[in-house]
């Protein structure tokens, strides 16, 4: 980061690393025993972090103060909301929404502009980071494929017997 200081997530919270006099500081306050995947995104000005929080079953992004105080929820939707990341101007954050069972990405402003949904993938897209420029954003995106095979009992030969791209399940053994 600008300041110096290398952040870092340990037992649920997000801690600094000031790499200078090697001082750590625990930057949010958790309960550790009860740990949450919270995916931390710090503001490009270091004031702000933005973070996934699930309150009352359901998932969203919040931010709050570096500095401590009262955390804002940005996003407050069924859809769970995670893997926040700030744009370079510090004012919107990107982050993955589950939407009919498909993470794509959203973006929204810190100011409670409604979101705007920028993918619309087929597979999870999970957001990465966003460019200095901001005009471009890396992101991961997986797909599941499993076929059925059949094996020849007498040969001990397999053979493939589905090619889609969708998941087979549950196959039987013929009568005979």
């Known amino acids: 980061s600008k300041s110096g200081l290398i952040y870092f997530i340990s037992q649920g919270n997000l801690y600094s690393l000031n ?4 001082q750590v500081a625990q930057v ?20 702000q972090i933005a973070y996934s929080d699930i309150q009352n079953g359901q998932s969203d ?9 009262q955390p804002t929820r940005v996003t407050n939707d069924e859809s769970e909301d995670s893997q926040p990341v700030w744009t370079p101007d510090g004012k919107k954050i990107l982050y993955s929404s ?5 993470k794509q990405i959203f973006m929204t402003s810190v100011d409670n502009r409604p979101p705007v949904q920028l993918t619309t993938n087929d597979n999870n897209t999970d957001v990465l980071d966003v460019s200095s420029d901001g005009t471009k954003i890396l992101y991961a995106t997986g797909r599941e494929e499993l076929d059925l095979w059949s094996v020849n009992v007498d ?6 017997l589905t090619f889609d ?6 196959p039987d053994v013929s009568p005979d």
């Open 19 to 22: 790499v200078t006099n090697q």
């Open 28 to 47: 949010s306050n958790f309960d550790p025993a009860k740990p949450v995947e919270r995916g931390f995104s710090v503001s490009p000005d270091e004031q």
């Open 61 to 69: 992004i919040w931010v709050m103060p570096r500095a401590g105080g």
């Open 98 to 102: 589950k939407r009919n069972g498909i």
């Open 155 to 160: 040969q001990s030969v397999e053979s493939q």
């Open 165 to 170: 791209t969708g998941i087979e399940l549950w």
